[in-house]
T-cell receptor, first 108, second 116 residues
Framework: EDKVVQSPLSLVVHEGDTVTLNCSYEVTNFRSLLWYKQEKKAPTFLFML????IEKKSGRLSSILDKKELFSILNITATQTGDSAVYLC????????FGAGTRLTVKP | EAGVAQSPRYKIIEKRQSVAFWCNPISGHATLYWYQQILGQGPKLLIQFQNNGVVDDSQLPKDRFSAERLKGVDSTLKIQPAKLEDSAVYLCASSLRRGEFTDTQYFGPGTRLTVL
């Protein structure tokens, strides 16, 4: 079965902490690796990665892809309560596959 | 730029009834996706269209679910008959199938279906 596995499933931190979220995927039909943030509604796009070793950054968020080891990480530095959400990764291709998500809770 | 539109936003039906959901993607987006998201899980791809052709429907329960995108623009997803386990949020997404933007999806607000 084509799987995207995220870890940890949930994480509780305090404001100001740095977190690292993990995503591993199977290589079948791989074209890209995507990260989304889902609060109460629909997922919103964060990053798309296609090349190994090239970090993408947006403010306090950054992500990198390792195509040899088939994983990606999403880093959030100086976390804020507004970062509380479910973070989803997806293996992009002609058949999109999402992981179950990591639920991040940031406490004041 | 208008986002992905979905209707209805909420639907409550009894088991064995039928239900249909509608999606209008972002203008110019060739690829349209329907996902089922059960509470606590990630979105599960049901069907993916490229214009009006099906790219992937391997996870669509074809005995009860059907979808169409007749003119390559808006799409409908139907469940007939519904089961209790179909209770979920049904998300529609679209993407611009062009170069590096091929897989970047934009999601609609979703339809929350409750089957009683």
């Amino acid at each position: 079965e084509d799987k995207v596995v995220q870890s940890p499933l949930s994480l509780v931190v305090h404001e100001g902490d740095t977190v690292t979220l993990n995503c591993s995927y199977e290589v079948t039909n791989f074209r890209s690796l995507l990260w989304y943030k889902q609060e109460k509604k629909a997922p919103t796009f964060l990053f798309m990665l296609t090349s190994s070793g090239i970090e993408k950054k947006s403010g306090r968020l950054s992500s990198i892809l390792d195509k040899k080891e088939l994983f990606s990480i999403l880093n959030i530095t100086a976390t804020q309560t507004g970062d509380s959400a479910v973070y989803l990764c997806a293996r992009g291709g002609d058949d999109m596959r999402f992981g179950a998500g990591t639920r991040l809770t940031v406490k004041p | 730029e208008a986002g992905v539109a979905q209707s209805p936003r909420y639907k409550i039906i009894e088991k064995r009834q039928s239900v249909a959901f509608w999606c209008n993607p972002i203008s110019g987006h060739a690829t349209l996706y329907w996902y089922q998201q059960i509470l606590g899980q990630g979105p599960k791809l049901l069907i993916q269209f490229q214009n009006n052709g099906v790219v992937d429907d391997s996870q669509l329960p074809k005995d009860r679910f059907s979808a169409e995108r007749l003119k390559g623009v808006d799409s409908t997803l139907k469940i007939q008959p519904a089961k209790l386990e179909d209770s979920a949020v049904y998300l529609c997404a679209s993407s611009l199938r062009r170069g590096e933007f091929t897989d970047t999806q934009y999601f609609g607000p979703g339809t929350r279906l409750t089957v009683l």
